[in-house]
């Protein structure tokens, strides 16, 4: 089993950044592929950005290319989303996840989910 919390949402102006943490306990962090998705008020829940084990490879979301990037650093157990650029439509509560699967961008492929943090953007 694993555990997945995350950290640094908060309120920030459109134009401004965040940088987001998750921390995971339980099996080895760096097997997984990690994934990071968003669910706004009234809208379903969406993939944002993903990281392959060892950070050799990572995909994310048109809607975020060029702002996001998301990192790992396997010895502290922690993937990152860089957010630059927010946006007001970037409002919502991030998760991050972790999979065995590949390279997905399918939610009910990861069967491991933080809590979520609020990420607000103001315009």
């Known amino acids: 089993q694993v555990q997945l919390v995350e950290s640094g949402g908060g309120l920030v102006q459109a134009g401004g950044s965040l940088r987001l943490s998750c921390t995971t306990s339980?099996?080895?962090?760096?097997?997984?592929?990690m994934g990071w998705f968003r669910q706004a008020p009234g809208k379903e829940r969406e993939f944002v950005a993903g990281?392959?084990?060892?950070?050799?490879?990572?995909w994310s979301a048109d809607s975020v290319k060029g702002r996001f990037t998301i990192s790992r650093d396997d010895a502290k157990n922690t993937v990152y989303l860089q957010m630059n650029a927010l946006k007001p439509e970037d409002t919502g509560v991030y998760y991050c996840?972790?999979?065995?699967?590949?390279?997905?961008?399918?939610?009910?492929?990861?069967?491991?989910w933080g809590q979520g943090t609020q990420v607000t953007v103001s315009s």
């Open positions: 996840a972790a999979t065995f699967r590949g390279r997905t961008t399918l939610s009910e492929e990861y069967p491991y």
């Open positions: 339980g099996r080895t962090f760096s097997v997984y592929v």
């Open positions: 990281i392959s084990w060892r950070g050799t490879g990572t």
